[in-house]
């Protein structure tokens, strides 16, 4: 059966463009914002996030409410809307008030970079890790730039069981500029791992859905730093950035030891390292931390006297 089946059809409502109109939401430029009109577009968006029948949905930045339409179509128990900016909280909420009969909105002006994602699912059914995910999904369609923070937050939730991941396997479906979607599900040797050519701006749907087990036995901090830092040279031997793991003084020393325990050649290149090849990476990084503890604590940009981290790039 085509998972996507509206189940039920929405009351009549003014369009999300006479809605913008109405309540003058003019889309901010500094904020990234701008919103989906197309009903087609939102519910393809939707589509790629599989079965929402009798689920929990947690939408961020529902802005106007284009996708907040297409979920509802899919008849969820619940519905989560986390939106920052308060001026549209009179179009959700006359969605909220139209949709009564269907579905239960929670509205919540809030930063979802801070939201208690637990504390708003409380009541939703919990799945073993082991098991299929529960039945409760996290859309967004936010800013590119908030995503990409977004993702890492909930990367390292997902591996402290934490959030909505207190829950189960709890997927997710969130748009990301063109090209880093492309990269997050490219395979090794995939050129679209790197940046060229500079990106334009096109989106990418991605739905993700935690492994019943992870591939690295670290917390997520070490192994986030590892590849972050090798990848920030992914177009050269890989050696080039895992040298900014060590201090100056002995970054030859122990870049030459982390290959040789990790039994990978340092000359290949960052975007043709596979993910059993970063597996063996990190678990190396950890031997070394633990014959040399400050190299755990050890940051390559603070050691430059660079203090902006860049988003993951
Ligand atoms: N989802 C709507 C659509 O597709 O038409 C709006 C998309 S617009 C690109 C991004 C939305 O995310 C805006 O409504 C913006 O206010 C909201 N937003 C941005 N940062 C946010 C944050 N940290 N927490 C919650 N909402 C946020």
Redesign the pocket.
């Known amino acids: 059966m085509n998972s996507y089946v509206s189940k039920i059809r929405l009351p009549p409502l003014p369009s ?1 463009r006479d809605l913008v109109k109405l309540y003058k939401l003019r ?2 430029k500094q ?7 197309d009903e087609r577009l ?1 519910d393809k ?1 939707v589509k790629a996030a599989g079965t929402l029948t009798d689920h929990y949905v947690c ?10 339409r297409s979920i509802i179509k899919k008849a969820p128990k619940k519905l989560i809307l ?4 308060p001026r ?1 909280l009179p179009s959700l909420m006359l969605l909220k008030e139209s949709c009564l009969n269907y579905t239960s909105i929670n509205i919540d002006i ?4 801070k ?1 208690n994602l637990q504390r708003a699912l409380e009541g939703a059914p919990k799945m073993d890790w082991t098991h299929a995910p529960p039945p409760i999904h996290l859309i ?4 590119f730039s ?1 995503s990409t923070i ?1 993702i890492i937050k909930w990367l390292e939730a997902i591996s402290e069981k934490k959030a909505a991941w207190a829950y189960g396997r709890t997927s997710m479906t969130l ?1 990301f500029q063109k090209e880093v979607a492309e990269r997050m599900v490219a395979q090794p040797y995939d050129k679209v791992r790197s940046f060229v050519p500079k990106p334009d701006v096109d989106v990418g749907v991605v739905t993700l859905i935690p492994l019943k087990k992870a591939l690295i036995d670290m917390p997520f901090s070490q192994v986030e730093k590892v590849v972050r830092t090798i990848f920030n040279t992914r177009q050269k031997y890989c050696m080039k950035g895992a040298q900014k793991l060590f201090p100056a003084e002995q970054t030859e020393y122990l870049t030459t030891r982390l290959f040789v325990l990790a039994n990978v050649n340092p000359t290949t290149r960052s975007y043709q390292l596979t993910n059993e090849d970063f597996v063996r990476l990190c678990y190396a990084y950890k031997i070394i931390c633990d014959e040399y503890p400050a190299v755990q604590s050890f940051d390559y940009r603070a050691s430059k006297g660079i203090d902006i981290e860049p988003g993951c790039n």
Do not use: C, H, W
């Open positions: 999300i889309a901010i904020l990234s914002q701008n919103f989906l009109m939102t968006i939408e961020v930045g529902p802005g106007p409410g284009g996708i907040s986390v939106e920052k900016d549209f809030d930063d979802i970079l939201y967004g369609n936010l800013p908030v977004l748009t």
